[in-house]
């Protein structure tokens, strides 16, 4: 089974407008850490936000925030207020606190465009 | 901090040539990642180091070796490239004391090869 998963290969949002980024993981750990990072063509991995399964409230940092739904095992990243430098790859990871050598698994990815 | 870096930036090998994917982290990280990344798709865990003279498969380890002789650096090598391991690399490290759900990954650069 795929601990992440991100099912919209590619997205559009107009500048300036909110756009949610879905996704979901499996695990049964009660213990574990979701990331959201930005690839942009450069290639670079960037990280952006951090949830811990114990935070009680959603992760946020700047113009992203991350909803956590716990029980629906749902990590979705919101980008608040769009720019164009938004438009990048963003994959979603998780990483499991019983797991050797802190692993992380990563979504396939979603292609996130702004259009202006 | 340089952070993570990796060489080369770029590479082309011919079908059964070898090669070393150099890594090296400034940030005195215990643990350290080497990720592969096909067109279109997420990052794969080749292997991993939770420190010095410590190393562990990923998921995709076949046609890869790596060592771990220092914190700093983390070597991946490649014996008879294949066309199949046309793609681009990443490592990675994260906080010393790891293997909490908290422990951020950071990358580098990347490096894309090309198997001919």
């Known amino acids: 089974a795929q601990k992440i998963t991100q099912t919209q290969p590619g997205m559009f949002v107009q500048e300036k407008e909110a756009v949610t980024l879905d996704c979901t993981y499996d695990?049964?750990?009660?213990?574990?850490?979701l990331f959201w990072y930005k690839q942009p063509s450069s290639g670079e991995m960037i990280f952006l936000i951090y949830?811990?399964?114990?935070?009680?409230q959603n992760a946020t940092e700047g113009r992203y925030s991350l909803n956590f739904q716990k029980a629906r095992k749902s990590a979705n990243l919101v980008i608040s207020a769009s720019q164009l430098g938004d438009s990048a790859m963003y994959f979603c990871a998780m990483t499991e606190a019983l797991t050797t050598g802190n692993q992380f698994y990563f979504g396939t990815g979603t292609s996130l465009t702004v259009i202006p | 901090n340089a952070g993570v870096t990796q060489t080369p930036k770029f590479r082309i090998l011919k079908i059964g040539q070898s090669m070393t994917l150099q890594c090296t982290q400034d940030m005195n990280h215990n643990y350290m990642y080497w990720y592969r990344q096909d067109p279109g798709m997420g990052l794969k865990l080749i292997y991993y180091?939770?420190?010095?003279?410590?190393?562990d498969k990923g998921e995709v380890p076949n046609g890869y070796n790596v060592s771990r002789s220092t914190t700093e650096d983390f070597p991946l090598r490649l014996e008879l490239a294949a066309p199949s391991q046309t793609s681009v690399y990443f490592c990675a490290s994260s906080h010393p004391g790891g293997g909490h759900p908290t422990d951020t990954q950071y990358f580098g650069p990347g490096t894309r090869l090309t198997v001919l």
């Open positions: 949830q811990g399964s114990y935070d009680e």
């Open positions: 695990t049964s750990d009660q213990s574990y850490g």
């Open positions: 180091s939770v420190g010095a003279g410590i190393t």
